[in-house]
T-cell receptor, first 115, second 112 residues
Framework: EPEVTQTPSHQVTQMGQEVILRCVPISNHLYFYWYRQILGQKVEFLVSFYNNEISEKSEIFDDQFSVERPDGSNFTLKIRSTKLEDSAMYFC?????????????FGPGTRLTVT | SQQGEEDPQALSIQEGENATMNCSYKTSINNLQWYRQNSGRGLVHLILIRSNEREKHSGRLRVTLDTSKKSSSLLITASRAADTASYFCATEILANDYKLSFGAGTTVTVRA
């Protein structure tokens, strides 16, 4: 069964460093998303991406964040200068909205720890 | 204000019993989706119910949706130890470009 994959599973970085989180969405999906979950809190929407551009972004997704689909398979989230409060689990998701259902399938997540 | 709120926050049941959890939301939706998350792991999609549907089944899962009350319930029948997880409802709001708004979740513990 096709699935969303994410790398790395765990990333430790120092405050102020840039990180790139990588995702490979399900191959025939057209909508891509990033969400995050701070430990013990609920999952929060960051950004949606369709047709090579951002469809919607939340207040969390400020100028420090960017997304890119560098080729036909990868979808990346970059945090330019990490802060302690960026420590969270980051989930990538994808959906095939053409079915009319928008079932979003999530990857296993990347745990980002900023020290 | 939060779109999805589950209750109870935590539920502990014996293996074989049924588990019911509820989700309430505030604004009109396209659909409501339930997800499971095992501790520290990813989100597994369980079931999607559209706003014009009232009930949906998938294996041991039964989901209801009452749009007049803006609420949904997830029933897990004949629970197993492997059902121990956190369960989240997520709503896709009308005209909201497909993003999902998640509730805080219900943590279910199934005792063997």
């Amino acid at each position: 069964e096709p699935e969303v994959t994410q790398t790395p599973s765990h990333q430790v970085t120092q405050m102020g460093q840039e990180v790139i989180l990588r995702c490979v969405p399900i191959s025939n999906h057209l909508y891509f998303y990033w969400y995050r979950q701070i430990l013990g809190q609920k999952v929060e929407f960051l950004v949606s991406f369709y047709n090579n551009e951002i469809s919607e972004k939340s207040e969390i997704f400020d100028d420090q964040f960017s997304v890119e689909r560098p080729d036909g398979s990868n979808f990346t989230l970059k945090i330019r200068s990490t802060k302690l409060e960026d420590s969270a689990m980051y989930f990538c998701a994808s959906s095939d909205v053409g079915t009319g259902l928008n079932e979003q399938y999530f990857g296993p997540g990347t745990r980002l720890t900023v020290t | 204000s939060q779109q999805g709120e589950e209750d109870p926050q935590a539920l502990s049941i014996q293996e074989g019993e049924n588990a019911t959890m509820n989700c309430s939301y505030k604004t009109s939706i396209n659909n409501l989706q339930w997800y499971r998350q095992n501790s520290g792991r990813g989100l597994v999609h369980l079931i999607l119910i559209r706003s014009n549907e009232r009930e949906k089944h998938s294996g041991r899962l039964r989901v209801t949706l009452d749009t007049s009350k803006k609420s949904s319930s997830l029933l897990i029948t004949a629970s197993r130890a492997a059902d121990t997880a956190s369960y989240f409802c997520a709503t896709e709001i009308l005209a909201n470009d497909y993003k999902l708004s998640f509730g805080a979740g219900t943590t279910v513990t199934v005792r063997a």
